[in-house]
């Protein structure tokens, strides 16, 4: 805790502070020593000096802040699109495979026919050659009329199965298109939230840190430039009270140092 000569001593400072400023603000700053005041004044503009700096640092961290903020939020904005463009796709794809499902199950039907007509063909034709052997010819002649009209259904049916099998290709078409598409995507979107994760763990490296330690720094120097101000300020106070400058305005803080130095001689007797 501050003794009593210690709070009288704050309050002098501060009452030379006041002063100052109030000379400063009344015109009459410069009944001060050129030497004492040019120090003043120096000192004023070592503090404006360091706040440019300052302001200037910390431009640069909010620029590179901003530009971290606007890449993520673009970066977020693509992910987002992609998410988007990868459901479309994969109902588009669901519906293709929709509409091929009808024609695989008669492509399936399809393959069955043909090979039953085929297995006749096959067998009418083991038929012709058993009665021709037994001499037969009327039986032969049966079965050789059959084995025409199953070779006609067998070039039919396998007419109508590479119809089928054309316009099932023409509908699975697109649908390997689109999985290729989906597939690019993908891997589009991984890249993404690759980039998105890396983005969220990089805080601007090096670079970023270099300047948050400026910034401290600097923010310090700010601090001492004003406390040094601040101090040849009470001593231009102290010049102006040395001279009891003539003026209304500062006739109070003159009476009010006299009390003040008045305890301060007191309390150091003591």
Do not use: W
Not at 141 to 164: F, G, P, S, T
Request: net charge negative; no cysteine.
């Amino acid at each position: 805790m501050a003794t009593k000569l210690e709070k009288a001593q704050v309050d002098y400072e501060k009452l030379l502070r006041d002063l100052g400023t109030r000379a400063e603000m009344v015109g009459v700053l410069d009944k001060a020593e050129p030497a004492i005041l040019k120090n003043y004044r120096k000192a004023q503009e070592s503090v404006e000096d360091r706040k440019v700096e300052l302001g200037f640092i910390q431009g640069e961290l909010e620029r590179i802040k901003s530009t971290e903020q606007s890449s993520m939020e673009q970066l977020e904005q693509e992910l987002a699109g992609a998410r988007e463009e990868l459901k479309r796709l994969e109902k588009a794809i669901d519906i293709k495979k929709d509409k091929a499902k009808p024609f695989s199950t008669k492509l399936a039907g399809a393959e069955y026919d043909i090979k039953f007509v085929e297995r006749a063909l096959a067998e009418e034709t083991l038929k012709t050659k058993k009665a021709r052997e037994v001499e037969d010819f009327k039986k032969a002649k049966d079965h050789e009329e059959n084995i025409k009209r199953l070779k006609i259904e067998v070039l039919k049916r396998r007419k109508a199965l590479q119809d089928l099998k054309h316009e099932i290709h023409e509908l699975e078409l697109p649908a390997k298109g689109l999985e290729k598409q989906k597939e690019e995507l993908t891997a589009r979107l991984a890249e993404l939230e690759e980039k998105v994760e890396l983005a969220k763990e990089d805080t601007g490296g090096d670079s970023l840190a270099e300047l948050e330690r400026q910034l401290e720094e600097k923010q310090r120097d700010v601090r001492m430039a004003e406390q040094h101000m601040l101090d040849v300020l009470a001593d231009v106070g102290e010049d102006l009270y040395d001279k009891r400058v003539d003026h209304p305005v500062l006739e109070k803080y003159y009476s009010d140092l006299d009390v003040v130095a008045q305890a301060i001689d007191k309390l150091q007797e003591g």
